[in-house]
């Protein structure tokens, strides 16, 4: 393969806790499907217990290692490493992302033939091959009512009921989105200068989607590629972690969540719309727990119950989405 004058170097991140063994196969992977390809990959371990940093040190000796002596969440670990990174591009990519051939190539290649472009994500499949969110629209009240209430999960088809998540769009095309999930999301080095890092008081969740309206504010494009595909298992370090509560799926803390969406409420649509966010889901919760009960369901209503609890706890801690509680979390 012949190299060009200048090949971009493309700057690879991985931050991991505690997910060892997914983080060597998310390496050797990479390594093996980025043939021709010049990459920088750094790892991030965030204080794992596992000897996941050591495994790095003495498996992949090429790798830039930073090891951080306390757990500094997603989005302040990938902002040590953008310090670090020296590429023309920078690829975040959690541990639990395995690229499939050809991917970086294509996403490289659709980044390079439009300089607008300042983020791009690709296509990301579940361990069973069905589709996960991978494009989507920013977080809004009528979003919050129509994942809450079931019906993006009941009418996916529908350009309505779907549009958070895009599920509808089964186009195969290519399209210009709000947002793509920080597992795979390629940044033009140039783009991620101007808008700034993350920003560190989202510890774990919304951290990518505030970047993404820092992107667009400054004008630059974020691209769905579902031609860039990645396999993708979800939630992988939040398992690690012992007596939390997690949302029905088994990987999300629902307190981090949250707190994360109160901050990002607070930041970007103000007091009145934080409040309305935290009324909406303990007002549900108060609801649907109040039915389970006349239903005699007390499991159900004790895990509404518990949300609603959980929800009075964020508020508190954040100030309303005011304030970011210390870390870690």
Known sequence: MTMSSHQSLISVIVVSFNTRDILRACLQRLFSVTEGLRLQVIVVDNASRDASADMVAQEFPDICLIRSGINLGFAAANNQAFLQARGDYVLLLNPDALLEPEALQRALAHMEADPAIGMGGGLLLGKDGQREPSARLFPSLLNEVLVLSGLAAKYPKSRFFGRFDRTWDDSGQATAVDWVPGAFALMRREALDQV??????????????????????????????????????????????????????????????????????????????????????????????????????????????????????????????????????
């Open 196 to 329: 700034g890092p993350f920003d560190e008081r989202f510890f774990l969740y919304c951290e990518e989607v505030d970047l993404c309206r820092r992107f667009h504010a400054q004008g630059w494009k974020i691209l769905y590629w579902p031609d860039v595909v990645i396999r993708h298992t979800g939630g992988e370090s939040s398992k690690t972690l012992e007596s939390h509560d997690f949302s029905s799926s088994g990987s999300q803390l629902t307190l981090w969540r949250m707190r994360s969406q109160l901050l990002y409420y607070r930041k970007h649509h103000g007091a009145l719309v934080a409040r309305g966010v935290a009324a909406l889901e303990s007002n549900w919760h108060g609801l649907r727990a109040w039915r389970a009960r006349r239903q005699g369901l007390q499991r159900k209503a004790e895990e509404s119950e518990r949300i609603v609890a959980l929800m009075r706890e964020a508020w508190r801690e954040t100030d309303g989405g005011r304030t970011s509680p210390p870390r870690p979390w």
